[in-house]
């Protein structure tokens, strides 16, 4: 089985900053890794699709990126309303794997 | 523009089976893939496994000895059964579509299932 690992666990940023969320897969999974966001109380959004596609009516602050092993997930400018935990999820050989997810907080 | 919700017991003892039915509203489910994914209390997301349109299916191999989704295309539903569940089964339960097995575009809100004595 493909291992994932999502960094950090949690973090905490100010309104404005710049945030990098990493995933990093066990083996190869060419850009099959898939973001989203999950507010509390609410059921999970995607966000990003096939490593670097945004989703339709996803804000542009938003963006992926990656390929193989390693990818990034970005917000380039935090808002108030991106407090949310974060998700990685990859897919490979029909079987669908989450990461742990990274709690984000503003400062 | 597709909707989800979930509907069964929020409640279920331990050593007998949890049912789950997931409403499709918006759209028709003869076609596409739908999938069932839960999280327990605190933790992150498991994905549990899909059925598509035709009936096909596929299972998270750590449930897959359990687990049973079907689809009711007449009804517009589609269905999860966990058999011999334990206290590790309790959960919010989602339902969600996809155009394609891999990623899950609209969700359903959610169920909580306990499981208790």
């Known amino acids: 089985d493909i291992q994932m690992t999502q960094s950090p666990s949690s973090l905490s940023a100010s309104v404005g900053d710049r945030v990098t969320i990493t995933c990093q897969a066990s083996q190869d999974i060419s850009n099959y890794l898939n973001w989203y966001q999950q507010k509390p109380g609410k059921a999970p959004k995607l966000l990003i699709y096939?490593?670097?596609n945004l989703e339709t009516g996803v804000p542009s602050r938003f963006s992926g990126s990656g390929s193989g092993t390693d990818f990034t997930f970005t917000i380039s400018s935090l808002q108030p309303e991106d407090i949310a935990t974060y998700y990685c999820q990859l897919y490979d050989n029909l079987q669908v794997t989450f990461g742990q997810g990274t709690r984000l907080e503003i400062k | 523009q597709v909707q989800l919700q979930e509907s069964g017991p929020g409640l279920v003892k331990p050593s007998e089976t949890l049912s789950l039915t997931c409403t499709v509203s918006g759209g028709s489910i003869s076609s596409y893939y739908w999938s069932w994914i839960r999280q327990p209390p605190g933790k992150g997301l498991e994905w549990i496994g899909y059925v598509y349109y035709s009936g096909s299916t596929n299972y998270n191999p750590s449930l897959k000895s359990r687990v049973t989704i079907s689809i009711d295309t007449s009804k517009n539903q589609f269905s999860l059964k966990l058999s011999s569940v334990t206290a590790a089964d309790t959960a919010v339960y989602y339902c969600?579509?996809?155009?394609?097995?891999?990623?899950?575009?609209?969700w359903g809100k959610g169920t909580t299932v306990t499981v208790s004595s």
């Open positions: 969600a579509w996809g155009y394609h097995w891999n990623a899950h575009y609209v």
């Open positions: 096939d490593s670097s």
